[in-house]
């Protein structure tokens, strides 16, 4: 089992930056790669990052060049760094991790972007 805490989430103006925190604990140990998921209201849920254990990095074409993806192993924690934000982006944004025997899911997180 993988318990997942999501923080970070929060109101902030277009061109404004948040970053994202999803802590894991548990079996940690057997997480082969960390990713970022977000689903804004009416619309389906959609993939926004990735890390994989050996550090490669993808992102959406819709985030590429204003969000990065990094971790701290020392934490268990993975981060997601949002810059230059704009009213698409609000969302929930979800902490993933997939292990050999199932995926985990964090709570969510809410991101609104507005003036």
């Known amino acids: 089992q993988v318990q997942l805490v999501e923080s970070g989430g929060g109101l902030v103006q277009p061109g404004g930056s948040l970053r994202l925190s999803c802590a894991a604990s548990?079996?940690?140990?057997?997480?082969?790669?960390r990713k970022w998921y977000r689903q804004a209201p009416g619309k389906q849920r959609e993939w926004v990052a990735t890390i994989t254990n050996g550090g490669t990095t993808a992102y959406a074409d819709a985030v590429k060049g204003r969000f990065t993806i990094s971790r701290d192993n020392a934490k268990n924690t993975v981060y997601l760094q949002m810059n230059s934000l704009n009213p698409e982006d609000t969302a929930v944004y979800y902490c993933y991790v997939g292990t050999p025997l199932r995926p985990y899911w964090g709570q969510g997180t809410q991101v609104t972007v507005s003036s």
């Open positions: 548990g079996s940690s140990a057997s997480i082969l790669t």
